[in-house]
């Protein structure tokens, strides 16, 4: 099985922090270099083809996979259960970019020997069998019965595979129109190509810290090597080591020479210390704790990429309630990362919004909405309706704040054009609206 993992929302503002996060001041008024995030462009072959091994040759749990498997011939994709009413667009969009940015031979509707079905299931029945996942894929099984009868069994098992014919992406029925096109950019194409994870990579859906939603430029260049000619299921990884660098020259050839680059793993103890802190087993304090643990192994491997800033990000979201100040220099460690990191502008979107809630609890409207307007492109260029939704809300009620009430409504409509994609239902729109209020009030009683 592969699986989109459960971690709280980043869209989720910081709105049920106790009264002492919503009295506090921001530690640094200056909220922070101004400049955009580097773009990422493509990296180099040599570190192409490391991620790609990386990615082909494990899953997410650190199993390492005998071979390189793959579809070989067209490839069919059909839609079932409950089916959401967004869902077959969204397919359709997502089938159409395969095609075009990464040279796949697949398409909607029955038809091909090799298929990917997609199967809608109420969440509640999905997450008592499998309770950490938002959705998942499973190699060889038909359906929801059929998963179950194979579970833990070698027809279902990924390392068993000598070819890919068939798998089953699992996804709630009950979703918003965004997490469910969320499911459907990062199962698909796990069922194609990489079923490993990398914390890592900042450019890519194949992170488990789910910034990326939608797939990217990097993930399409790493599945069109997948299908390349030069490859085929079965093959070892030193076979397929050997192939990428006439692949990579091929269709990244401004990507220079292929040449090894160091190892750069990321530990388990990192990757089971993040689990812990963002996981439905552990509470409170233990998982507060868990983040702190991963802050301090970063720290220790000396990393300055997306790994330190994750953990950082995960200790912010943990903080909140019972020690704000933590949480403020966590969010602000974490912004330090990401703006330095290419490819990283969504994450550092998401930090902003968190620094923006800060700051219109603290009353300070000026600096809440000069966050939100940092951060609204790259929400927009990621397609993150709840993202930009919440962003909006937050502009508005800092507007409010300033008495510009021809802004504030403004702003309230740019957020409804978003928030019923991003949330999916109204009560889940109001409630994220009256968080946000809650969080000017409170600013409002500081001034």
Aim: hydrophobic letters at 45%; one cysteine or more; glycine letters at 6%.
């Amino acid at each position: 099985m592969s699986a989109c993992t459960v971690t709280p929302p980043p869209e989720a503002p910081t709105t049920r922090a106790s009264s002492a996060a919503i009295a506090l001041p921001l530690a640094d008024p200056t909220l922070g270099a101004r400049d955009p995030v580097p773009r990422a462009g493509l990296p180099s072959n040599a570190a192409l083809t490391r991620d790609f091994l990386e990615l082909s040759f494990a899953l997410e749990s650190g199993r390492a996979l005998p071979r390189f498997t793959r579809f070989e011939g067209p490839i069919s994709i059909t839609l079932s259960g409950p089916v959401p009413a967004t869902a077959p667009r969204e397919l359709e969009r997502l089938v159409a970019r395969l095609r075009s940015e990464a040279g796949l031979d697949i398409s909607t509707g029955a038809g091909a020997a090799n298929r990917i079905t997609v199967e809608f299931v109420p969440k509640r029945q999905m997450q008592a069998e499998v309770p950490n996942a938002a959705c998942f894929v499973v190699p060889n099984v038909t359906g929801w019965a059929d998963y179950r009868a194979a579970r833990r069994t070698p027809r279902a098992d990924w390392a068993a595979l000598a070819t890919r014919t068939a798998a089953t992406v699992f996804v709630p029925s009950d979703s918003a129109p965004q997490e469910v096109r969320d499911c459907l950019h990062e199962e698909i194409s796990q069922a194609l190509g990489p079923l490993n994870d990398l914390y890592r990579l900042p450019d890519t859906v194949w992170n488990d810290d789910n910034f990326h939603t939608v797939l990217t430029r990097y993930d399409m260049t790493i599945l069109r090597a997948s299908y390349a000619p030069e490859l085929r299921s079965g093959m070892s990884q030193p076979e397929v080591a050997a192939a990428l660098p006439k692949v990579f020259a091929r269709i990244n050839p401004a990507g220079g020479a292929v040449a090894r680059l160091r190892e750069d793993p990321t530990p388990r103890p990192y990757i089971a210390a993040i689990e812990r802190a963002l996981g439905a087993k552990a509470r409170g304090a233990r998982r507060t704790a868990a983040a702190q643990e991963a802050v301090q192994i970063a720290a220790g491997q000396g990393w300055t990429d997306t790994r330190a800033g994750f953990a950082w990000f995960a200790l912010g979201r943990l903080s909140m309630k019972d020690d704000p100040q933590t949480a403020l220099r966590a969010f602000l460690n974490a912004g330090a990362i990401y703006r330095a990191t290419p490819g990283a502008g969504i994450q550092a979107a998401h930090v902003d919004m968190q620094l923006a809630a800060f700051a219109l609890s603290a009353g300070r409207a000026q600096d809440a909405i000069a966050l939100v307007n940092r951060s609204l492109s790259a929400a927009l260029e990621e397609e993150n309706a709840a993202l930009m939704a919440t962003l909006y809300l937050i502009r508005a009620e800092a507007y409010e704040t300033l008495g510009h009430t021809a802004e504030a409504a403004q702003a309230r409509l740019d957020s409804a054009q978003w928030a019923r994609y991003g949330f999916g239902s109204d009560a889940a729109v109001r409630a994220r609206a009256a968080e946000v209020a809650a969080l000017a009030d409170a600013g409002a009683r500081m001034n």
